[in-house]
């Protein structure tokens, strides 16, 4: 069994619809696994908007999620550098 740890978690930026946002961060939370993590900020946080990532988000069920939450669409990531990638 691992030890909790502390963890950033970052919400990925956007470009939709003319509209755009950068990455930035959500807050941070404390388990053993990232996806911990997130339900402890989740318990916390008021208003977070955090949902599931599930299968039926996609056209293709089988697609290979980069992430279990998302804020909006947008993917959740446990560093800055990964939330950043795709859009700044």
Known sequence: ???AR???IWCEGY???GEHGTAHLVG???GETFDDA????MSRKKGHGIEPNTPSRYIDEDANR???WSIWGCDLFDNE??????FG
């Open 38 to 41: 997130v339900r402890d900020l």
């Open 6 to 8: 502390k963890y950033e």
């Open 15 to 17: 470009r939709a619809t």
């Open 66 to 68: 980069r992430s279990n």
């Open 1 to 3: 069994m691992s030890a």
């Open 28 to 30: 941070t939370g404390v």
């Open 81 to 86: 550098a990964a939330a950043r990638k795709a």
